[in-house]
């Protein structure tokens, strides 16, 4: 677990003014946390009693941690080194440089962090400087300026003597979360990753071998790693170990790279004049911050890669130290002797100013790349990483092998011992709930089995009207014909659902993919109102293969420009397409036109009339890896009926990585005027919102204090200025986790292999003290399920674990674009979305690529920022109002 801000301040710690949860379980068990222990989320009430219990293997094995003082020290090393450079030497000073200092192992985190089990003999002051040097790799320059090694200077100083007593007290909920903790935890977490680390490649932490690499194009090659993770729970400590993939740069030579990314042949297609500026800003986001050898030193120590050039090596020129003007391209056959092949292409300027020709750089094996994965490459990812339950948890007993921690002078040191083979831990798959129709339906009401179930003999709960719609086909292989049987089976397929198509022919438009789109949209939508006097209300779209562009112009069309609701469809799929298809396309138009497919029967939290409950979620997504100056995008998606059906949403533009939603206030206050306005119109009679359960998307375990107080205050005031006062509940939604589940025996598992959907684990796997559970919500389909982590940190309802953990499970279940469960919650899963298509509301066209240099100054980056909002156009204020954000391009 990675460090929080501590000691935590929760509602287990009276935040907010709320009442104290009790130290001891509620019915489901025996969790005896001491009454004097504070928490950040809140105390764990007890554990889920609900569901049938099966036992569930976990990929965590049980670790016996030390009893003994581990000694911190700090390290200041040269600024900006990379984390593997420091490694390489903190090694060097243990092994060469000091080694009469350090006779017990220290174990260090290539930053700031080393711990030893035993006291350095640092001097009086407990702090000493060393002077370290790196050897040398390759053969000796042939000139024979062989330059002296260069010294790097580390400083290390003690910090901090910490008894691990206190991780047990952590463990059986007698200490809080402090920096004791946190201190101890990490120091052996540091333990078990130093041995690997040294030797592969790797990352915070996981790291990677090229055993059974793969190469998918685009420069990019595949390697399979292992995350390792040593974690707190209930009266004990594991290592949660999984698989993991890393995108590596392929090794070879740089200009072999650079054509692969752009995908061309020549390499004289790497000048100036063939690349062209945008080329070039494209390719140098891919390589900056590359490291490469460069051929003609004969040394192999790699350089950084600053930029591409925009002039080509006979272009370039500098002055000697003779003060002698001469081109890159000369200098290399003049004083070199080695003229170049390609002359006339560009080079990279390496991080001291020099440029060398593209054609003398390599890249070295092994070198993670921290760069946005190129959209056509994400399929290949998910193929490499897929893996059957069966198979992901044969690769995690293998990885223990490779781990070999009984073999680790490090892990032996510290005094922990790893079980051999994985936990098992009672899970309980909890009840599904009851899903109702319309009362027009032969089937009213259905419960889902393993998570899926089907629209057969069922009429949507409150089925929208089609009153003019256009066709508008984007494909040349298309007739009339097509088009028109294309109109027949639409009307079909929601008459077969309850959906009223008010006009049978609709119009329809053929054009070419190059044409204008917006203005294709626009011509059809006139012709509409022209012959049948009415705007359409629906426009449907026939994209050709690879449509994804125009795909991206017709949502900013409706859901921005015009206010009307689209649907995209896939040529090769609805042509000819069978009514089960059209049934899965009205559950997308249904609700985009304001109807509701089902609700919840069942759950007494949510369809309880006397406290009304608004449901939220909320997330934020980050620019890619490498992208400087650009912003981040928020989303708030809130339910408005008294089912929790029916959801809207806003969006905003904010500062680039910053996870705390600037303008939550804002939003908040926006979604409960719309709340009010559908109760006014709809549902007149029914009290105010009494709960409002808010999910929260996408934040770390190290950000649960920022939430509370950052976030948390402006739901209240926005509440507050809206003269409400509900029960508020928080709850985070994590997905980014490692923690895996496998079905014991046979007949605990789905048709895939995976845990069956609504597997819950709480108890024997989740924090000490504090209230989380894991929860598999769907059923299986690719490769291993993973749960999602709920972690509940701010109640005023006081739910109990059953009360929580079954009202997450019901809402995975009301997601309106299919009839499966989801992974995460609907509201969750609207917010994800809603912020992923934040690319739809600048117009087409518009040019937010920035400047050509691979950084950027924070003056530059506000006016980026400022202009990223000033062009980030609104929802229409009509389709504001309804569910316009389900997506669209029906591709299955």
């Known amino acids: 677990m990675p460090p929080r801000i501590a000691p935590g301040r929760g509602r287990g710690a009276q935040r907010g003014g709320g009442p104290v949860r009790g130290g001891a379980a509620g019915r489901g068990g025996a969790v005896a946390i001491a009454a004097h222990v504070q928490t950040i989320g809140v105390r764990r009430p007890g554990f889920g009693t609900g569901g049938k219990v099966v036992n569930t293997i976990v990929n965590a094995f049980a670790v016996d941690i030390p009893d003994n003082i581990i000694h911190h020290y700090d390290i200041v090393s040269p600024d900006k080194l990379p984390a593997r450079v420091n490694m390489m030497l903190f090694e060097r000073l243990q092994t060469h440089t000091a080694p009469q200092v350090f006779s017990s192992p220290a174990v260090y985190d290539g930053r700031k962090n080393a711990y030893t089990m035993d006291p350095l003999p640092l001097g009086p002051n407990d702090s000493a400087s060393f002077d370290v040097t790196l050897p040398r790799e390759g053969p000796p320059p042939k000139d024979g300026n062989e330059k002296p090694p260069k010294v790097y200077k580390i400083k290390v100083t003690k910090v901090a003597s910490i008894n691990t007593e206190i991780l047990h007290q952590f ?157 890159v391209a000369n200098y290399f056959r003049t004083v070199l002797g080695r003229p170049l092949q390609f002359p006339d292409n560009i080079c990279v300027e390496i991080g001291s100013g020099a440029c060398i020709p593209i054609e003398l750089c390599d890249v070295p094996a092994g070198q993670i790349m921290r760069k946005q994965i190129p959209d056509s490459k994400t399929s290949d990812i998910v193929e490499f990483s897929k893996l059957a339950p069966s198979q992901r948890l044969a690769s995690i007993r293998q990885g223990l092998n490779v781990l070999q921690y009984g073999q680790s002078e490090y892990v032996r040191k510290f005094g922990m011992n790893v079980a051999p083979t994985p936990m098992t831990v009672k899970a309980r798959v909890l009840p599904t709930p009851v899903l109702r129709y319309g009362d027009a339906s032969r089937e009213k009401t259905i419960k889902p089995a393993n998570g899926q179930w089907n629209m057969r003999d069922k009429i949507f709960f409150r089925p929208s009207v089609v009153k003019k719609w256009i066709i508008v086909v984007f494909d040349p292989r298309w007739t009339n014909a097509d088009a028109r049987e294309l109109a027949e089976s639409f009307c079909e397929g929601a008459a077969s659902v309850g959906v009223k198509v008010e006009d049978p022919r609709p119009m329809i438009f053929m054009h070419n993919p190059q044409s204008d789109t917006g203005a294709v949209l626009s011509a059809a939508g006139m012709a509409c109102l022209n012959e049948k006097k009415e705007l359409p209300s629906l426009v449907v779209v026939v994209l050709p293969e690879g449509g994804n562009e125009i795909y991206t112009r017709v949502k900013y069309f409706g859901d921005v420009k015009a206010g009307v609701a689209t649907q995209c469809l896939k040529s090769s799929k609805c042509r000819r397409a069978k009514l089960q298809y059209w049934a899965n396309v009205m559950l ?77 206030e804002e939003m908040v206050k926006t979604a409960l005027t719309k709340y009010n306005g559908y109760r006014g119109v709809f549902e007149k009679g029914r009290p105010p919102c009494a709960r409002l359960i808010f999910y929260r998307d996408g934040v770390s375990e190290g950000q649960f204090q920022q939430v509370l107080d950052g976030e948390l205050p402006m739901i209240k005031k926005a509440c507050k200025d809206m003269n409400v006062n509900p029960k508020i509940t928080l709850i985070i939604v994590g997905k980014r986790h490692h923690i895996r589940m496998f079905p014991q025996q046979a007949q605990d598992a789905d048709r895939s292999g995976n845990c069956q959907a609504g597997t819950t684990i709480d108890e024997g796997l989740g924090h000490p003290t504090e209230f989380d559970y894991y929860q598999l919500t769907h059923g299986g389909l690719l490769g291993t399920s993973r749960p999602a982590h709920y972690s509940v940190i701010y109640d005023d309802s006081n739910f109990n674990a059953d009360a929580m953990q079954n009202l997450s499970f019901a809402l995975c279940h009301v997601y309106a674009r299919a009839t499966r469960s989801v992974s995460i919650p609907a509201p969750v899963y609207y917010a994800d979305i809603v912020c992923s298509r934040a690319k739809n509301h600048y117009a087409p066209g518009t040019n937010l690529e920035g400047s050509d240099s691979a950084t950027q100054t924070s003056a530059q980056q506000d006016v980026k920022l400022e202009t990223f909002k000033r062009l980030y156009q609104p929802t229409h204020q009509k389709m504001s109002n309804l569910m316009y954000f389900m997506i669209g391009y029906l591709r299955a």
């Open 588 to 664: 997308k138009v249904n609700v985009k036109l304001g109807g509701i497919n089902n609700v919840l029967t069942d759950n007494t939290l949510l369809n309880d009339p006397h406290n009304p409950t608004i449901v939220m979620g909320a997330d934020v997504i980050h620019p890619a890896p490498g992208a400087e100056g650009r912003p981040s995008f928020t989303s708030l998606v809130s339910s408005v009926d008294q089912t929790t059906a029916k959801y809207v949403t806003v969006s905003k533009v904010q500062t680039g990585r910053k996870e705390i939603i600037e303008d939550l």
């Open 171 to 327: 463990i059986a909920g007698t200490h809080a979360y402090d920096s004791a903790v946190s201190t101890s935890l990490t120091a052996l977490n540091v333990a078990i990753r130093m041995q690997p680390n040294l030797k592969y490649p790797f990352n915070t932490r996981s790291f990677f071998t090229d055993a059974g690499k793969q190469a998918i194009g685009k420069g990019i090659e595949l390697w399979r790693g292992y995350f390792q993770s040593l974690r707190p729970s209930q009266n004990k400590m594991y290592i949660n170990l999984d698989i993991s993939t890393g995108l590596m740069y392929r090794a070879g030579p740089l200009i072999t790279l650079c054509l692969e990314y752009l995908e061309k042949r020549d390499p004289k297609e790497l000048s100036p004049r063939s690349l062209g500026d945008r080329s070039r800003i494209v390719l140098q986001r891919f390589v900056s911050n590359m490291r490469v050898s460069t051929r003609h030193t004969g040394r192999v120590q790699p350089r950084v890669i600053k930029r591409l050039t925009n002039q080509s090596a006979s272009q370039i020129t500098f002055q000697t130290r003779e003060g002698q003007t001469i081109s």
